[in-house]
């Protein structure tokens, strides 16, 4: 494999989707004691924006870039970002079905081969993991722009570690996957 890639080249698997963020509050079920009510303010606005976004779950890299919306034209941006950050990699990247993802007009870097999942099957995509992960930490938190959640975002994404990331998204099936293809490699 090293050798169909050039001398120093790797090639990588990765996973991609979006999320979208706002400033509706994330709810969901809290322990409290028998008989007490929790009180959390909710708030109902309809402003957000899409976080895009890739994993390696044998590494635990990943790359993020945020857009205002789902569409071609910034999936686009967010490939050519993401094949600039490759530098001189090779990866394949899997994804879902999204229009966006299979618009004619893209054009697909050199270095990102894409890979589609079956439709209708998130639970295909590591990287979803992630997005729960996120979204688990500011349960019941009201942001009073979007600014302000962008930050607290930013601010989960650099504190997590590599090897939490990792944790997250490495499916069993997946690693296995790798880890035979590189053995059938090695005998060649």
Known sequence: ?????????????????????????????VITARGVKPIVSVQWPREAFWLYGVVEPLTGWNFCQEHPHLNSENFQKFLDALSRELVDDMAMMQMDQAGAHQAL???????????????????????????????????????????????????????????????????DFILEALFYEALLYASS
């Not at 090293?2 to 079920?29: I, V």
């Open 1 to 29: 494999m090293q050798n169909l890639l050039g001398k120093g080249k790797r090639l990588r698997y990765l996973c991609q989707d979006e999320t979208r963020l706002g400033l509706k509050t994330e709810t969901g079920r």
């Open 105 to 171: 007009a893209l054009s697909w870097p050199e270095n990102i081969i894409p890979i589609f999942q079956p439709a209708h099957s998130p639970q295909l995509n590591p990287i979803e993991r992630l997005w729960q992960f996120i979204k688990h930490q500011f349960k019941g938190e009201s942001f009073s722009d979007l600014q302000q959640l962008r930050q607290r975002v930013q601010n989960e994404l650099t504190q997590m570690s590599s090897e939490l990331i990792s944790s997250l998204t490495s499916y």
